[in-house]
């Protein structure tokens, strides 16, 4: 018979509190393993959640969150995304810059206008315009026309365009240029310029009053920041025959 004495007894429940503690220590790290990985599984579905919509892109600026389900020759139809099992809504493909879908691709309609009725104001090719640009013959911009300049793409190339041609534009004496504006109704005319393939800025210049919108439009290369100034340029040239004097 094997006999223990306070020694060993002492020694026994040192080793079972050891043994104690250690199986602890392991459920607890465990369990702060399995609560890490449920988290970041979670934070990686809020993820996907987020970004698994269609944004709708109008002319004006404006985003819209959606499911796109249909793309027409002349419209589109979409569902709003917070309501995916509600009615469809439909947008003429002549009011869309662009669709970025789930997936990460893209449609861009810019070049897209409204079907006319008449052609009793047609888009016609102006002698003063380089061959990229087109203009509404009866287009006319007052200086006292309150304008909405919006910029889209990189954002330092975006920044600086918008300054420019901002600059340029007061330059020229006209009294009401806004940007980062909210209020559709407080502008008449509308600049837009956005990236048109890699080297290139599309403008475009929408006028309010009239049914069919742009009248105005003209693509210019570029290769760096520098040659931006000269993209700036050349659009105030195109534009200076319609410049009320």
């Not at 002492?10 to 050891?18: E, G, I, P, Q, T």
């Not at 369990?31 to 990686?44: G, P």
């Not at 809020?46 to 269609?54: E, G, K, L, R």
Request: net charge positive.
């Amino acid at each position: 018979m094997v006999q223990y004495s306070s020694s060993n007894r002492v020694m026994d429940a040192k080793d079972r509190l050891k043994n104690g503690a250690s199986l602890k220590n392991k459920m607890s790290m465990g369990n702060i393993k399995k609560k890490t990985f449920l988290f970041f599984v979670t934070l990686c579905f809020i993820t996907v959640s987020t970004f698994a919509q269609d944004v709708i892109t109008l002319k004006n600026g404006d985003d819209i969150q959606s499911l796109v389900q249909e793309i027409g020759e002349v419209e589109i139809k979409y569902k709003k995304f917070e309501n995916p099992n509600g009615p469809n809504y439909t947008l003429k493909k002549s009011d869309i810059f662009m669709i970025r879908y789930t997936n990460g691709s893209k449609d861009v309609f810019a070049n897209i206008a409204e079907p006319k009725e008449t052609d009793n104001e047609p888009i016609v090719e102006q002698s003063a315009l380089n061959n990229n640009s087109s203009a509404n013959a009866n287009f006319i911009l007052k200086k006292n026309d309150k304008i909405a300049v919006r910029v889209y793409g990189l954002r330092l190339a975006k920044k600086n365009m918008k300054k420019s041609l901002e600059k340029k534009l007061r330059e020229l004496g006209f009294c009401c240029i806004y940007s980062n504006i909210k209020n559709e109704n407080v502008t008449s005319m509308d600049i837009v310029v956005h990236p048109d393939g890699a080297s290139s800025f599309r403008f475009g210049i929408f006028d309010k009053s009239l049914k069919e919108g742009e009248v105005f439009a003209a693509s210019y290369r570029w290769s760096t920041m520098f040659t931006l100034n000269k993209v700036v340029d050349n659009f105030i040239k195109d534009i200076s025959p319609f410049i009320e004097r």
